[in-house]
């Protein structure tokens, strides 16, 4: 079973940055697709970005490309979003996933993530 772990999250100022980390522990996350979703108050849970198992594909929502960076390091079983030029409208709650199925396909869908983790608060002041 893996257990993921997201940290970097805190308050920013709007045009600020943050990079969050999602550490695997468990078991390898190398051979699974993996992603970023976020929930702000009141709404759903929304996807970020996606990130095929060996880092060669992503996937980005419309609301973030070009500010908004998700790379990992297999080697370190880390996951990573660099978030720039960040809005108010970012302020959320983040959450790290990984794909239920092996050499999956990146979705945006949360039914296609098997393991997440608890989340960390992003908070962008205007």
């Known amino acids: 079973q893996v257990q993921l772990v997201e940290s970097g999250g805190g308050l920013v100022q709007a045009g600020g940055s943050l990079r969050l980390s999602c550490v695997a522990s468990g078991r390898t996350c190398s051979s699974y697709s993996m992603g970023w979703f976020r929930q702000a108050p009141g709404k759903e849970r929304e996807f970020v970005v996606g990130i095929t198992w060996a880092g060669a594909g992503t996937n980005y929502a419309d609301s973030v490309k070009g500010r908004f960076t998700i790379s990992r390091d297999n080697a370190k079983n880390t996951m990573y979003l660099q978030m720039n030029s960040l809005k108010p409208e970012d302020t959320a709650v983040y959450y790290c996933?990984?794909?239920?199925?092996?050499?999956?396909?990146?979705?945006?869908?949360?039914?296609?993530?098997?393991?997440w983790g608890q989340g960390t608060q992003v908070t962008v002041s205007s």
């Open positions: 996933a990984a794909a239920s199925r092996p050499f999956s396909v990146i979705s945006d869908d949360t039914g296609a993530f098997g393991t």
